[in-house]
């Protein structure tokens, strides 16, 4: 009766009616085990091999070996659990495979029970995991048309089908500007600043992706060179300064070592950006305002450490001032035009006198 009343509970109520039916008058009866016949799971997935017992005594011992009677010993990926009635195989292996003996016993007697796992080739795609790539590199110092065979993006992948290089979201083409080694890396043959922007390394397969980013800043060396026309006092006058650099860099002006910020036109001096001439525009001109005029260039690279990767460059001009005003003419009483007639009367009197 005890017996056929546990077969009509699940795993679980077994496990309830263990712990709790006590009752004397029941007979001793040795272990009935109650298992599974047959585990099936794929490779990389976890086993559970059951063994529940069923008797009386209640108080049992469950040893586990395999199928040619070596215990089964526990480790990393082999455990028991719930007293011994429960042993789990975690990553299953296709060495796994095989026949389980659960041996359990009680004080009356012992009862022996086979379980048989099968571990089938995994149809479980494994997970893409990238194990290298940078999160940025900075080249400094590049002219353009610069050969480098320094630059390099490593991208190592595991569970990935394919690896593959992206530009700022776009397919990267292999030319013979990049070279692509499949679980490597990509080489820059030759570069220059266009070639800045975020390189993704792309790993996949039929189910997962992943990616990870590297920003690449390829900077280039500033220059700066500042001009201005002839001036002349109450006219308006106007300093150039034309830069290039990447990354495109700030342009200043200052005058005697103090910078000019001011952009509005309605005041004197103002500045007038527009890339790649810069312009600094004095109305009104006074002879305070001739001197030296520095146009200051600063290319600064996005990065942790940006004086590290920075660039200056500055242009001095000067500013000369002349006075557009004309000379007086004399007084019509001055002594010149007196003197200027008298020399035309001694003329005409010289040239009578010859004639005759």
């Not at 990354?247 to 509005?264: A, C, D, L, M, R």
């Not at 600094?280 to 260039?297: Q, R, S």
Request: net charge negative.
């Amino acid at each position: 009766w005890y017996q056929r009343r546990v077969r009509d509970f699940d795993l679980k109520e077994y496990n309830i009616m263990i712990y709790t039916d006590s009752d004397s008058s029941l007979e001793d009866v040795k272990p009935t085990v109650l298992r599974e016949g047959q585990v099936q799971v794929e490779e990389g997935e976890t086993a559970h091999l059951y063994c529940l017992g069923v008797g009386h005594p209640a108080t049992m011992t469950y040893l586990w070996s395999v199928g040619d009677g070596t215990p089964l010993l526990t480790g990393d990926r082999i455990s028991r659990g719930d007293f011994g009635r429960q042993i789990t195989i975690s990553n299953a292996r296709s060495s796994d495979a095989g026949l389980y003996k659960c041996s359990c016993s009680n004080s009356v007697g012992n009862t022996d029970s086979y379980v048989t796992l099968q571990v089938k080739p995994s149809t479980t795609v494994p997970d893409v995991t990238i194990t290298q790539a940078p999160a940025a590199l900075y080249v400094h110092d590049v002219y353009l048309g610069a050969a480098a065979n320094n630059i390099f993006i490593p991208c190592q992948a595991s569970g990935a089908d394919q690896v593959r290089f992206m530009k700022n979201g776009a397919l990267l083409e292999v030319s013979d500007r990049y070279t692509f080694q499949e679980n490597v890396g990509l080489t820059f043959n030759t570069y220059n600043s266009r070639d800045s922007g975020v390189y993704q390394c792309v790993a996949f397969n039929s189910k997962h992706w992943k990616q990870k980013m590297t920003f690449v800043m390829i900077t280039e060396q500033v220059s700066a060179y500042a001009s201005a026309d002839v001036t002349h006092v109450d006219t308006p006058a106007t300093l150039s300064c034309e830069v290039s650099g990447y990354p495109y860099p700030e342009v200043t002006w200052s005058f005697k070592n103090q910078p000019i910020t001011n952009g509005h036109s309605a005041h004197s001096p103002y500045v007038v950006d527009n890339p790649p001439r810069h312009q600094l525009i004095i109305n009104n001109l006074g002879f305070e305002d001739g001197g030296v005029y520095t146009c200051t260039a600063v290319s600064r690279a996005l990065s942790s450490d940006p004086a590290q990767f920075s660039h200056t460059a500055s242009s001095d001009v000067t500013l000369t001032i002349g006075n557009n005003i004309p000379a007086p003419l004399p007084a019509e009483n001055s002594s010149l035009p007196t003197w200027r007639l008298s020399l035309w009367t001694w003329a005409i009197l010289v040239l009578t006198l010859v004639i005759r």
